[in-house]
């Protein structure tokens, strides 16, 4: 079983700075892209930054300069550095990775249960 678990979530003023944490744990023989995603009520889950096992990055147009996305291999952890927030950053937000469990099995996506980040103006 492998599960991803999120931390770092709040309510934090606009122009304040957080950092969500993703760990992933279980049964786990290789990650390959870790990422996060942002959701809105009622709107579809948006892509923020994603980080490949090479630490390439790629982020959306609207946290590029104020979100920074990292990595921490050796203990399965995807971190995004949220500075310069905004109240039109306010959503849930949710860790996604492609996890390889064994060298004969293929990548398979997990996602966290998600972590709110509210920024008051």
């Known amino acids: 079983q492998v599960q991803l678990v999120e931390s770092g979530g709040g309510l934090v003023q606009a122009g304040g700075s957080l950092r969500l944490s993703c760990a992933a744990s279980g049964s786990i023989f290789s990650i390959n892209f870790m990422g996060w995603y942002r959701q809105a009520p009622g709107k579809q889950r948006e892509l923020v930054a994603v980080?490949?096992?090479?630490?390439?990055?790629n982020y959306a147009d609207s946290v590029k300069g104020r979100f920074t996305i990292s990595r921490d291999n050796a203990k399965n952890t995807v971190y995004l550095q949220m500075n310069s927030l905004k109240p039109e950053d306010t959503d849930d937000y949710y860790c996604?990775?492609?996890?390889?469990?064994?060298?004969?099995?293929?990548?398979?996506?997990?996602w966290g249960q998600g972590t709110q980040v509210t920024v008051s103006s």
């Open positions: 996604h990775a492609l996890i390889q469990r064994t060298v004969w099995t293929g990548y398979v996506e997990y």
């Open positions: 980080i490949t096992s090479g630490d390439s990055t």
